[in-house]
Every structure is written in structure tokens, then in C-alpha cells.
């Protein structure tokens, strides 16, 4: 074999037990969250992290999960690599918290965040670390519990969900198979855009007193701005597509080799934008959005979980993960599916 490269040997994935469908939020008077992308957000139904469970949690469980799925034993990891995009506490991240819980006593843990681009850009590092020979074994988990910052007076609130997924990689054994190129860049310009942040609930008309305090608490937001929501209406439909193409070119590929794509799914208008200007075809997506709401990080994991348990991709497809991420960050990664 020419070259070490890992392949992604396994994935698991946990979706908290609540239901909560878009007839809960009818109690509310909802105002628009400035453009139709969220507002007509394509959600149907999203799972809820129960109060008494943390973002380690359902890390942890995803983690088991994969695991089990690969008969893999913790203490064989050498590096896990977590992604939370609400940690348990404002630091340290999970990282270390979930080499604890899960056994795992032979392996360092790394937190990382790059939001909805978390999870690719920990496959590229997961890639380097292997093709160096520092790991043989990487753990990837992901998890979002940002129902937990909603605004519940305006309408983007209806796009999220929780939920946690993960990924094994290892060195690939057949020649020709796993990681074979990726592209990513970033673009500080827009750091403004959209973010969590401690400000008040957008539709709060009261105020501060001395006997009811200040209601301000973390919450997700979207620049409202010419420079916020017009950049995301401008540029969110074609950067996914425009690096998308960039990684396959320095694969030697086209958007016509791709036989699956797996992308954050953040809202409808966006993911159809994305996969119409691919030119995939039903079969080549895995649709998540629908069920699970916006996950955010875990977006990508959970819906390669399900895709994987459903037999959707083959031996030697080419399998290619795109996203965009808060920041702002543009990432894709190019496997040729299999070990």
C-alpha cells in the first residue's frame, strides 16, 4: 500500500427519547427571525434533551453506541476528539470528561469547535493524526443541546433539536479506500453573523426592575443587519456548493462522481439549494432535518449514522461531507467509502 490514510470504521449515534412536534409551539406568539430561510424552516418534529441529562451524556451514550456497533474496546482509542457545541461547563470542554465516563484510559482527548463544520474538520485532523502514525484508533463525537438557548419569542426557535453522534476512524486496510482529499477555508468577516451570545429574548417588551432582574440569558442569534441576514441570504446557497467542488477537484473528481452526499442541514431552502446546484438526485441524501430539527454539529454524524444503518452507501462510493459553520467556516472532506 502507497500511502496511510484512515477510513471511518464505524458510527454511532443518540437521540434523546422527547418528541416535541410544531404543535407545541402554537402556545407562543412567534415573531419572524428576519428571513423566510428559518422561518420556513422545513421541521416537522425535533428531540429534546430532558432536564436532569447533560451534553456529556448523550455523548457518552453516542460513544457506547459505536462502540458496540464495532466491538471495539475503549481502551484500544488513542485519541478522542469532541465536538459539544454546549459544553457541561464553560471550561474545560467534554473531552476529557468523556475519556473519563467511557474507560477509555489509553487515550488523550482533544475539544474542538469550528460550530456546524466540527465534525469534517475533526475527520481532517483524525486523517493527519493517522497518516503521521501518531494514532491508530481516533474517536470523533459530536453533540448539540442547544434547545437549552432557544428563543421561544421568535420563530428560529422551531428549527433545533438535540442530539449526539460519533465515528471510529483507523488506518484503511484496502488499497485505494478511505480519506482522499478535502478543502476547507474560512472567512473572519462574518464572524458577526450568527453566534450565541447573552442578550435579551428579541420579542421582550419589558423591563428591568429591582424586584424582577433582567432576563438576560444565552441564547443563539442572527444579526438582523444588512451585513447579517443579507450576507446569509447572498452567500448561504452557493459557498456549500462552491467548496464542495473544491475538494473533489483535488481529489481529481467532479460533482458527477459523487454517489453520497451527507451536509449539515440547517434549514430547508438551504439543503435544496445546496443539492440542486450538486445536481444529486434522490438517493444520493440522507434527509434528517424533517425528524430531528436543525443538530448543528452533530448534524453530519447523526445523519452518516443513519445512512450507514440503512444501507445506504456501498463499498467504494464516493462519499462526500460538506457544511458551514458559525465563525465563518466552509468545510468538505472526499472518502472512498469502506476500510
Known sequence: MNKRRAAIVGTGSYLPETVRTNEWFEKFELLTSGTEIFD???VIERRVIPDHMKSSDIEL???????????INAEEIDLILC????????QPGNGCLIQHKLG????????FDSACTSFINCLIIANSMIVTGECET????????????ADYTEKKCMLMGDGAGAAILKPVKTEGRGYLGSYFISDG??????????????????????????PEKLYLFIDRTKEGLDKIRE??????VEITKKALQKCGLTIKDIDFFITHQPARELVDSWRKGLGLKEGQYHDTLKKYGNLSN??????????????MLKGDDIVVFSAPGMGWNHSSIVFRWGV
Open 298 to 311: 452533530a448534524s453530519i454524524p447523526v445523519t452518516l449514522d443513519e445512512a450507514v444503518s440503512q444501507g
Open 138 to 149: 481516533i474517536l470523533i463525537v459530536s453533540s448539540t443541546t442547544w434547545t437549552r438557548v
Open 104 to 111: 477509555a484510559k489509553n487515550a488523550g482527548a482533544f475539544n
Open 61 to 71: 451514550l453516542a460513544c457506547e453506541n459505536v462502540l458496540k456497533k464495532t466491538g
Open 83 to 90: 465536538n459539544s457545541n454546549i459544553h457541561d461547563q464553560l
Open 235 to 240: 452567500l448561504g446557497p452557493v459557498q456549500t
Open 189 to 214: 468577516s462574518l464572524y458577526h453573523t450568527m453566534g450565541r451570545k447573552v442578550k435579551k429574548p428579541e420579542g421582550w417588551k419589558g423591563e428591568r426592575t429591582y424586584y424582577n432582574g433582567d
Open 40 to 42: 420556513d424552516s422545513g
